[in-house]
């Protein structure tokens, strides 16, 4: 099992920055990928951005490309979101998920998923 808790959401103004957290516990490895996924009011959830645990592979969806940045951090077992330029569009909770075995944009084959962090942008 791995539990996965996201934290650093909020209300921020366009152009504006958040740095979101995702504090992974249990049994995580290093053959696990770290996605973050969001999922706006009335829409499917959409992919962000995802990392390899071992190897820092990463990959982003092109709405997030250079502005959004994904990394981990081994000592304290956690996957960051960086996120600046911040859109009206990027309002959306936020949810971190991991997928025990591959690399993946779908959400299918994350097995485990935080409880989301919400995140507002003004225009």
């Known amino acids: 099992q791995v539990q996965l808790v996201e934290s650093g959401g909020g209300l921020v103004q366009a152009g504006g920055s958040l740095r979101l957290s995702c504090a992974a516990s249990?049994?995580?490895?290093?053959?696990?990928?770290v996605g973050w996924f969001r999922q706006a009011p009335g829409k499917e959830r959409e992919f962000v951005a995802v990392i390899s645990w071992s190897g820092g592979i990463t990959y982003y969806a092109d709405s997030v490309k250079g502005r959004f940045t994904i990394s981990r951090d081994y000592a304290k077992n956690t996957v960051y979101l960086q996120m600046n330029s911040l859109k009206p569009e990027d309002t959306a909770a936020y949810y971190c998920?991991?997928?025990?075995?591959?690399?993946?944009?779908?959400?299918?084959?994350?097995?485990?998923w935080g409880q989301g962090t919400q995140v507002t942008v003004s225009s």
């Open positions: 998920a991991a997928n025990p075995s591959q690399y993946s944009t779908s959400s299918v084959g994350y097995a485990y």
């Open positions: 249990g049994r995580t490895g290093s053959n696990y990928f």
